[in-house]
């Protein structure tokens, strides 16, 4: 059974306090490694897709690196802006066109 | 541009009543999926949307729950006979190509749904 788990489930850091999340998958024939925002009462905000191990993206703060089992979402000198919670998919190719999402990893940034 | 837009963005019903969802897809987005998100839960996957093709209904919790898309555009989930446990928020997603695609799915805001 395709599975996407993240730890954390929650995670507060000082301002300025570099850390990383954590994402690993089991998902067959993985098409796609995607890496969203969500603040509350709203849709998660798309920031990254990688697709094979070793690549690495950036976008700010934000670093999305992935293996052949994990992605980790590192966050380098956060800002309480940056406070959100962090969801992580799978994309598979087995015929199935949607993604299998973790739960979530909810970052609190503290001033 | 314009993203995904779904209404209502709240809606309080009576239990057993009949309710009706609404999401318009970013122009020109082939794709279109619902999900349903609820309290410590991840995302769910309920049914998908590409093009002409037949929905693809396999996420669907129960015959109550079924979804249209007119025109190749706007979609609309209905829920018959609402039960508590469909209070959740309901999330709408598009995007350029469907089956098979790396492409990134948008999200709309979601209808926060909650049956007393």
């Known amino acids: 059974e395709d599975q996407v788990t993240q730890s954390p489930e929650a995670l507060r850091l000082q301002e300025g306090e570099s850390s990383s999340l954590n994402c690993s998958y089991t998902?067959?024939?993985?098409?796609?490694l995607f890496w969203y925002r969500q603040d509350p009462g709203k849709g998660p905000e798309f920031l990254f897709t990688?697709?094979?191990a070793g690549e690495e993206k950036e976008k700010e703060r934000l670093k999305a690196t992935l293996t052949k089992k994990e992605s980790f979402l590192h966050i380098t000198a956060p800002k309480p802006e940056d406070s959100a919670t962090y969801l992580c998919a799978g994309g598979m190719n087995s015929g199935y066109s949607t993604l299998t999402f973790g739960k979530g990893t909810m970052l609190l940034v503290s001033p | 541009g314009a993203g995904v837009s779904q209404s209502p963005s709240n809606k309080v019903t009576e239990k057993g009543k009949d309710v009706e969802l609404r999401c318009d897809p970013i122009s020109g987005h082939t794709a279109l999926y619902w999900y349903r998100q609820s309290l410590g839960q991840g995302l769910e996957f309920l049914i998908y949307?590409?093009?002409?093709?037949?929905?693809?209904k396999s996420g669907l919790p129960s015959d109550r729950f079924s979804a249209e898309r007119t025109g190749g555009s706007v979609s609309t989930l209905t829920i018959q006979r609402t039960q508590q446990e469909d209070s959740a928020v309901y999330l709408c997603?598009?995007?350029?190509?469907?089956?098979?695609?790396?492409?990134?799915?948008?999200f709309g805001d979601g209808t926060r749904l909650s049956i007393l």
């Open positions: 998902v067959s024939g993985l098409r796609g």
């Open positions: 949307f590409q093009g002409n093709s037949a929905p693809d």
């Open positions: 997603a598009s995007s350029l190509v469907g089956r098979g695609s790396n492409q990134p799915q948008h």
């Open positions: 990688l697709y094979s």
